[in-house]
């Protein structure tokens, strides 16, 4: 994907846009409460943003796999085990020792390359050269899932109050203009 402005990223966009609102529609239902529908775009939106990236890179098959299984329960445990690890670093006070600038240097780069790795989905397997790749990769696709997302509320806000939902909301289309904002269309394409 080339930069902003790129007909590629806009391409991203427009193909983004139509994915995340079939994947709300088909979860969508009136009875959601706040939290599941918070839930519902996140998952969206996440699958939306992985099926348009397609093949390539790690980080989308991540998220889809993360999307199919309950990530909830995962989570749980992930947590859980981070309790025990800083408790049982509070029990063995360790010996401390001086350092070299060069060792603090590659303990700082290993630190952030760890917290690099929980964050890019799928960089727990990757070793570093193809961690930065995959990080770039998946910033440029957040920012533009940020930007559609963006519109939508723009344009769901500039509707009258009783058509805020999303479920029997008709297509928004993107402007393909960089100045543009999202518009709500009548189903006609231009």
Not at 3 to 24: D, M, W, Y
Not at 25 to 47: F, H, P, T
Not at 89 to 98: D, I, V
Not at 125 to 131: I, N, T
């Amino acid at each position: 994907m080339r930069g902003p402005g790129g007909s590629s990223t806009k391409a991203f966009k427009q193909g983004f846009l139509r994915s995340f609102l079939l994947s709300l529609r088909s979860c969508g239902n009136g009875a959601m409460g706040l939290q599941e529908r918070k839930r519902a775009v996140r998952s969206s939106a996440d699958i939306a943003m992985a099926t348009t990236r397609g093949n390539g890179a790690m980080w989308p098959q991540a998220l889809l796999a993360a999307a199919s299984s309950s990530s909830s329960s995962s989570w749980t445990t992930a947590k859980a085990t981070t309790r025990r690890k800083k408790v049982a670093r509070r029990c063995c006070p360790q010996r401390r020792t001086t350092a070299s600038s060069g060792e603090i240097a590659r303990r700082l780069v290993r630190k952030r390359t760890k917290v690099l790795r929980g964050m890019v989905p799928g960089g727990e397997l990757l070793d570093g050269a193809s961690l930065l790749r995959e990080a770039v990769d998946y910033v440029v696709h957040l920012r533009a899932q940020v930007a559609v997302l963006r519109r939508v509320s723009n344009a769901m806000q500039q509707r009258p109050s009783s058509h805020h939902h999303m479920a029997g909301a008709p297509p928004v289309q993107l402007k393909t203009e960089t100045t543009g904002a999202a518009q709500a269309s009548d189903g006609n394409q231009e």
